[in-house]
């Protein structure tokens, strides 16, 4: 583990550990501000993300911008990330192996950052974080504790994309991570 984001950052550059580099064009490692009171974390970038090298830039991405602008929630306070950081093909679901391959580098960032609420967006980062246990349609919008960070599982914003029913679970969820936050005073 790194105690700075600069050396973390260095030992991902050129990762070979799974499959996934064969067909990377960039590493998608996460952005917003490193002290976040809030992480939010996705499965693993999509083709827009993988040509900027920045999650949650897509269609996906842009639906997610909309939720918080309509919840006064400022993308730039919070921290985003993925369980994996190269694009996996055809954007399927990152294998166990390669979900593995890049956890450590994730924990690292949840080290680095400190937040006090991590929203997992989707199954893969609920059942990667949390366990393989957990289900996302029975979890979704209950938040959890763990070694003192709150989880607030929800649907992954491409999810929404493919059934506009859960555009209202989402924004339920992200209403609920707000009043929580301004609750407790954390910058969102």
């Not at 105690?3 to 030992?11: G, H, I, V």
């Not at 590493?27 to 939010?40: E, L, P, Q």
């Not at 970038?45 to 991405?61: M, Q, R, Y």
């Not at 929630?73 to 679901?93: G, L, S, T």
């Amino acid at each position: 583990m790194f105690d700075n984001w600069e050396d973390l950052e260095n030992s991902i550059k050129g990762c070979n550990k799974c499959k996934l580099n064969n067909g990377r064009t960039n590493i998608v490692f996460g952005i917003g501000n490193k002290n976040a009171d809030i992480m939010f974390i996705g499965e693993g970038p999509g083709a827009d993300e993988d040509k900027e090298g920045k999650p949650f830039v897509g269609k996906a991405g842009k639906l997610m911008d909309k939720a918080f602008e309509g919840l006064g929630i400022n993308r730039e306070n919070v921290y985003i990330a993925n369980i994996v950081k190269c694009r996996p093909p055809q954007n399927r679901v990152p294998e166990k192996d390669e979900a593995v391959a890049c956890l450590n580098y994730l924990r690292n960032q949840v080290i680095l950052v400190k937040p006090k609420v991590i929203v997992l967006l989707g199954s893969t980062a609920l059942k990667n974080i949390l366990g393989e246990e957990h289900s996302i349609t029975k979890e979704r919008g209950i938040f959890t504790d763990k070694k003192d960070i709150k989880y607030l599982p929800t649907w992954h914003p491409a999810a929404l994309l493919r059934d506009e029913n859960k555009k209202i679970d989402f924004w339920k969820d992200l209403k609920e991570l707000k009043k929580l936050a301004e609750e407790q005073n954390l910058k969102i």
